[in-house]
């Protein structure tokens, strides 16, 4: 998930980065502008609003200065200047960057009361601790069981690290929902991963309250727990600490889009991907949201694009395969899993629900792969309550029910397949697969809305979730 740069510069930090520039062979030759950098970092640190007024109040009083005097403007942008000539001679290895606000070139920027004047800091691009943080961002960002792994080892190297425990135990936490994903379709580890997330993101906002990301990412955890309060909370939170960052966090988009405020996580959506055009993964999710809402045509076109930026994006491909499947076009279906597989590197189906319901759908399908495919799926329906494949086994159940239907199975006489399809169904969500949350929105799942029992269960988890206040169902 693409996420922005979330680990940030210890106040500690700073005060050492101020001491070093200030002890600096280049500014101790001008006092005023040392005087002046001093002031501005040393206010902001202690929350004060950074105005001229205050810049003229501490060095340039009137008198002797006059009251229209522009010296302290002047000085500031001197000041900058200065500190530009700094970063690119001896502070270029420097770990933390001090950063004074300035117009584009060839623009004038008016900024908002206290802006002109605050310092921001972050840090190096040179920083190590900010090379690995990256490289752990970059591989999180792919979502893939692999490259998590790779994760954990980025992430858990800097949760001793100042400056990057906040943000790293939040990544460990996200780290552990790419496991989810294909844990929880293997074993009964829902739980275990989910609480391991929880711990790892609540460590975060105590390093960090002020920091949006913990909240977002413990809003998104405790989602996938049924904590459906407790993630209104902290995703409220995260907005008000940074709206802007947790409108890109696709966890936000998920969390709407649960609780029912689908039309507000498209539109969230849909900006993101015209911000972000470029990335694969956010043309991705827009695609999915579109899917959901039943406007295939328009995720199809998204879901396109994303495999142009990236051909092996499998979000993308496993998407269109079950909006192919929906709209009965499983041969084209059948070939995105099998690229979705081979991006993800799995030597069994990852969706072999999805393969059996394709093939139940196409009559087109040569016999021999009809067969084989029956055989296997088959082999996986001799016990539809076993912990494999929870989500999986649903669907496998609806392609039997097709393939009764079209005469290509016999009917058994003990049980229909959509009954069981219902019983794994709600057994998937009661062991917090996160595919679950959304069985009243997947359109892969209308043959079961002719099961009573598939009614109960909407009525019971989507239509009866008692929401947070604030937000409604639709």
Request: contains cysteine; glycine residues 4%.
């Amino acid at each position: 998930m693409s996420l922005p740069e979330v680990a940030l510069p210890t106040e500690p930090e700073i005060h050492r980065q101020l001491d070093r520039i200030l002890s600096s062979e280049i500014f101790l030759r001008i006092q005023q502008q040392a005087k002046l950098l001093d002031l501005i970092v040393s206010k902001t640190l202690e929350g004060e609003e950074i105005t001229e007024k205050l810049i003229r109040d501490q060095m340039f009083p009137s008198p002797p200065y006059k009251d229209d005097s522009n010296i302290a403007r002047r000085t500031f942008d001197l000041l900058r200047d200065t500190l530009n000539q700094y970063y690119s001679s001896v502070g270029q290895q420097d770990s933390v960057l001090i950063i004074l606000a300035k117009s584009e070139k060839g623009k004038r920027t008016f900024f908002q009361t206290g802006q002109a004047y605050t310092p921001t800091f972050k840090y190096n691009t040179a920083h190590p601790a900010l090379l690995k943080f990256r490289l752990g961002v970059h591989f999180l960002s792919r979502i893939s069981y692999e490259e998590a792994i790779e994760c954990l080892d980025y992430f858990s190297q800097l949760t001793e690290v100042p400056g990057f425990a906040a943000a790293a135990h939040a990544s460990l936490a996200e780290t552990m929902l790419i496991f989810l994903l294909r844990e929880s379709r293997l074993f009964d580890s829902g739980m275990e991963l989910l609480i391991d997330a929880r711990n790892w993101s609540e460590i975060a906002i105590t390093l960090a309250p002020h920091n949006w990301h913990g909240h977002a990412v413990l809003g998104l955890v405790s989602l996938f727990l049924h904590d459906f309060q407790r993630a209104h909370l902290e995703f409220e939170e995260a907005h008000r600490l940074s709206a802007s960052d947790t409108d890109r966090y696709y966890g936000y988009g998920i969390y709407l889009t649960t609780v029912g405020q689908l039309p507000k996580a498209l539109i969230i959506a849909r900006i993101n991907a015209q911000e972000r055009i470029e990335d694969a993964i956010a043309q991705s999710f827009y695609g999915l949201l579109l899917y959901l809402s039943r406007r295939f045509d328009d995720a199809e076109n998204f879901l396109m694009m994303a495999l142009k930026l990236d051909r092996h994006c499998w979000i993308a491909h496993g998407i269109i395969a079950a909006l192919l499947t929906d709209t009965e076009r499983s041969l084209e279906s059948l070939m995105h899993i099998g690229k979705m597989d081979a991006a993800v590197g799995e030597k069994i189906w990852m969706m072999p629900g999805l393969v059996f319901l394709c093939t139940s759908r196409t009559p087109k399908l040569v016999e021999d792969a009809r067969n084989s495919n029956l055989k296997a799926s088959l082999a996986i329906l001799i016990d539809v309550n076993e912990r494999r494949d929870r989500f999986q086994t649903v669907l496998l159940c609806i392609g039997a029910d097709e393939f009764v239907r079209r005469g290509l199975m016999e009917e058994s006489s003990d049980y229909s397949w959509l009954v069981k399809a219902n019983g794994s169904l709600f057994y998937a969500y009661e062991k917090y697969d996160p595919l679950a949350l959304w069985l009243h929105l997947w359109p892969v799942l209308d043959p079961l809305r002719r099961v009573p029992e598939y009614r109960t269960m909407l009525n019971r988890y989507a239509g009866g979730l008692v929401l947070p206040s604030g937000t409604e169902q639709s």
